[in-house]
């Protein structure tokens, strides 16, 4: 019910979060842990983004390399479908 709550409160707030921060040590404690939430789920989704921003760097390093989609998909255990996205984008 609680997790309800926060998710509900959330989609209230969304635009407000900054304005909301200034003020986090006076706001009742169900606000407090929406703006965790979100501060969370924000890092969470910049850490997701760095780790593809460098796996597709590596692959753009092998490719440049001359190594063959299969090969690359092997030893990154992605498919061989997204190493030709890859491949397609530096074209």
């Given amino acids: 019910m609680s ?10 707030i969304k635009g407000e979060e900054e304005i909301l921060n200034l003020y986090k040590e ?8 929406v703006l965790e939430l979100e ?5 969470e989704q ?11 760097q590596i692959i753009s390093g092998l ?3 001359g190594a063959d989609d299969e090969w690359i998909a092997k030893v990154s255990k992605l498919p061989v479908a997204k190493i030709k ?3 397609e984008v530096l074209k």
């Fill in 3 to 12: 997790e309800q709550l926060v998710r509900d409160v959330k989609d209230e």
């Fill in 46 to 56: 910049g850490i997701e983004q760095g780790i593809e921003q460098t796996i597709k």
């Fill in 26 to 33: 006076d706001l009742p404690p169900t606000l407090a842990a």
């Fill in 39 to 43: 501060r969370q789920e924000g890092f």
């Fill in 85 to 87: 996205e890859i491949r």
């Fill in 63 to 65: 490719i440049e390399t």
